[in-house]
C-alpha cells in the first residue's frame, strides 16, 4: 500500500479549517478539500481523486503547489495571452491602418511587405507566420480572383 502524501504545515489546525470552508467557487473548494483530505486522512492521492472524482494527476498537481507555495499556490494562474506578441495590439492597429490606406490607394501589400514593414517597425526579423497570424486576427482575407501571395482586404 502507498504511503499517504504529507502536507507542509503552513497554517494552524483551526485556520486550516477556516481556509477550506472560505472557497469562493467550487474549483476552488475541490482544491481545498484535497489539500484537507490528504493531511487529516491521510488518504493517499488517488483515494482524494476517487472521492472528489477529479484526476489523480489533479490532486498531485494541488498537493505539490500547496507545499511550495504555501495557500496561495492553489491561485490559477494562465498562461496568458498574446506570449508571443513582438507588437502591441495599438501598434498592429495602427500599422494596419496604414497598410489599409495603401490598399485602397491601389498599392496593395504582399504579406513579404507586411513582414518587412513588421521587421523595421521592431528592429528584429519577425515569422511570415507572425505575419499571418496577425493578419488572421484582425480578419483580412485574400480577395477572390488575386493570387494567394499577394492581396489581402480588410472585411
Same mark, same amino acid.
Given at each position: 500500500m502507498r504511503r499517504p502524501t504529507s502536507i507542509r504545515p503552513w497554517l494552524s489546525p483551526r485556520k486550516f479549517k477556516e481556509w477550506v470552508r472560505t472557497a469562493r467557487s467550487r474549483e476552488e473548494y475541490q482544491k481545498r478539500l484535497a489539500i484537507w483530505m490528504t493531511q487529516s486522512g491521510p488518504f493517499p492521492a488517488h483515494r482524494v481523486a476517487s472521492l472528489?472524482?477529479? *484526476?489523480?494527476?489533479?490532486?498531485? =498537481?494541488?498537493?505539490?503547489?500547496y507545499n511550495c507555495m504555501g495557500p496561495d499556490g492553489l491561485q490559477r494562474r494562465g498562461r496568458g495571452g498574446r506570449r508571443n506578441a513582438v507588437l502591441t495590439l495599438t501598434q498592429e492597429g495602427e500599422l494596419l491602418e496604414k497598410l489599409q490606406k495603401r490598399a485602397n490607394q491601389g498599392d496593395t501589400p504582399t504579406a513579404r511587405q507586411v513582414q518587412q514593414e513588421v521587421s523595421k517597425l521592431t528592429g528584429r526579423g519577425v515569422s511570415i *507566420?507572425?505575419?499571418?497570424?496577425? =493578419?488572421?486576427?484582425?480578419?483580412?482575407?485574400?480577395?477572390?480572383?488575386?493570387?494567394?501571395?499577394?492581396?489581402?482586404d480588410l472585411q
Open positions: 472528489l472524482v477529479v *484526476s489523480k494527476q489533479a490532486v498531485w =498537481l494541488w498537493v505539490g503547489q *507566420s507572425y505575419v499571418y497570424r496577425m =493578419l488572421e486576427r484582425i480578419g483580412w482575407r485574400n480577395l477572390k480572383g488575386t493570387p494567394k501571395s499577394s492581396i489581402y
